[in-house]
């Protein structure tokens, strides 16, 4: 069985949507969508709970007044940012390490498989508990949730590497740093970006995620705030601007895998 | 070419010891850790959160067990059925595949979390808004992977079909269905861990019932160790439910696990 039943599926899929014209998918994909809010602006009622797609409009407007709307977005871009950062380098070093050696890889394996399957928001009590609600406990989190996809993948793909290449390293005395950077690195780069392809969106969730039941400053705590006062135009307007943002970051990082894929081909198999 | 030229391991020393070794060397650390008082306060040592368990196991876990555990195996039910069916619809009628397929796209990068709070005004904080949240998690891996293992597999196996002359239900059930098992069986363990995670989300922000809520509850009342013993509970149920799926798949009988890789 592979690592990670998720990972499979990303990269048949990202394999699959390279051949069609993206810009093009994504706009027969949006036809549905924006038939879905004609029908909710001449369905919808004025209040209540389904109200006008204008009306969603119109209370982030307000929301967009006090300028409360651009820093939560800002603070939640933030957030998955560094939390990107961190927990690709981590996830690809503690992956490259495990998977190098097969001892390791037994003795951590229970741990993962249990902390994979451990639901994120399980963690956020804990931490709270700890070090109460800050900005570095949600960084922390995010990245402890999300930094999975690329761990498992650099895993699996360091185990496969073959004996012939590490030899070569040490053939060539290229040492630890030179073999890593010429020769490791080089061969571990398209599964690095196969996690990060999978793990991306997913930090954004769990950013979203910590912001809702913390309410740390972010779109999150802005979703359950309008939630508390029974706002349901700002509720949906708000979950219209986080999917243009998970869109966003699916686009990004499509676009930042084909870049990479240039300069490091992944092997032919 | 590759060729494993390495040896075997004798099987005297059964291979999960070092990951046994590895967890008791770290609750010994830890334990060790927490009486020197290295690690801040509020982290529950393992004996105590142990001990918070047992305690727990007596009676007040229980009923939130339940709770968690129906509201995300229904969820998990529903979606997959829906899913299922959704996948079904879209392999059996190739037009609608080329719709959908886009759109499928945009509408699973919409992160289901962002629909807690519109479920909690038009359900209110009931068990109904829980399923409904888990049910629409588990929707989206399952219809794309089983969409795609139906695909997949009718594309490979139709000739098979063809010359042993089978009549459809033969063809469905010997030929496409454990075809795709592998894939939805993919779909079928993302779903799982999804309609889990939803279910304690929503029991957090919104249902007042459930591991979610009882958790929230033992942070703000500064049970550190009580915290920590769920955590534990929320996880030991996500082992446990995958555990279930592998059965369910093995009971679909043996040529399904062998495809889906679970024998």
Redo the contacts between chains.
């Keep these: 069985?592979s690592a990670d039943?998720?990972q499979?599926?990303a990269v048949?899929r990202g394999r699959r949507?390279g051949r069609l014209a993206r810009p093009f998918?994504?706009l027969?994909?949006?036809?549905?969508?924006v038939v879905l809010l004609l029908i909710c602006q001449l369905l919808g009622s004025g209040a209540g709970?389904f109200p006008k797609t204008s009306e969603w409009i119109q209370q982030l407007g307000t929301l967009g007044g006090d300028g409360e709307l651009q820093s939560a977005t800002l603070s939640t871009v933030k957030s998955v940012l560094i939390a990107l950062a961190i927990s690709t380098v981590a996830g690809a070093a503690i992956g490259a390490v495990v998977g190098r050696s097969a001892?390791?890889d037994?003795?951590?394996?229970?741990?993962f498989?249990?902390?994979r399957?451990?639901?994120?928001?399980?963690?956020?009590?804990?931490a709270?508990?700890?070090?109460g609600y800050s900005e570095g406990m949600k960084v922390t989190i995010v990245v402890i949730a999300g930094i999975w996809p690329v761990l498992l993948q650099t895993r699996s793909a360091t185990r496969a590497i073959?004996g012939v290449v590490s030899d070569t390293a040490r053939t060539l005395h290229l040492g630890l740093w030179g073999s890593v950077r010429k020769i490791f690195l080089p061969i571990l780069i398209p599964d690095i970006i196969a996690g990060v392809r999978v793990g991306a969106?997913m930090l954004?969730?769990v950013v979203?995620?910590v912001e809702?039941?913390t309410g740390l400053p972010g779109l999150?705590a802005e979703?359950?705030t309008?939630?508390e006062n029974?706002n349901?135009g700002l509720?949906?307007g708000?979950?219209l601007i986080?999917?243009a943002l998970?869109?966003l970051?699916?686009i990004v990082i499509a676009f930042l895998e084909r870049l990479a894929l240039l300069r490091w081909p992944a092997p032919v198999a | 070419l590759t060729i494993d030229v390495r040896v075997k391991r004798s099987h005297s020393v059964p291979a999960w010891w070092p990951g046994a070794v590895l967890v008791l060397v770290l609750c010994l650390a830890w334990q060790l850790a927490v009486t020197g008082n290295l690690l801040p306060v509020g982290v529950s040592s393992p004996v105590s959160t142990v001990a918070a368990l047992i305690r727990l196991a007596g009676g007040p876990l229980w009923s939130p067990l339940f709770h968690t555990l129906s509201v995300a195996l229904s969820g998990w039910l529903i979606g997959s059925a829906i899913g299922v069916a959704i996948a079904v619809l879209v392999v059996a009628v190739p037009p609608i595949w080329d719709i959908t397929i886009a759109f499928v796209d945009l509408f699973r990068a919409i992160p289901a979390v962002a629909f807690v709070p519109v479920a909690i005004l038009v359900f209110g904080f009931s068990l109904k808004m829980e399923v409904v949240v888990s049910s629409y998690v588990a929707l989206w891996p399952v219809a794309i992977c089983a969409a795609l293992g139906l695909r997949d597999s009718r594309i490979q196996y139709r000739e098979v079909g063809d010359v042993l002359k089978l009549p459809l239900v033969t063809r469905l059930r010997s030929l496409t269905l454990p075809g795709a098992a592998r894939q939805l069986v993919i779909g079928l363990r993302l779903a799982l861990g999804g309609a889990l995670s939803l279910a304690v989300i929503a029991e957090m922000i919104g249902d007042p019932q459930g591991l979610g809520y009882v958790m929230i509850s033992a942070q703000q009342a500064q049970r550190s160790d009580e915290v920590f013993a769920y955590v534990l509970v929320v996880g030991l149920l996500g082992v446990v439910l995958n555990g279930l799926l592998v059965v369910i798949v093995r009971l679909m009988g043996a040529g399904m696990a062998r495809t889906a890789g679970e024998q």
Excluded at chain 1, 106 to 111: D, E, K, T, V, Y
């Design positions: 069985m039943p998720g499979n599926l048949t949507a998918k994504i027969i994909g949006l036809i549905p969508i709970q001892l390791a037994r003795a951590c394996s229970p741990l498989n249990f902390a399957v451990l639901p994120v928001a399980a963690l956020i009590p804990i709270a508990v700890i070090a073959h969106p954004l969730v979203i995620v809702m039941i999150g979703l359950t309008a939630q029974y349901a509720a949906y708000l979950i986080i999917s998970a869109l970051v699916n």
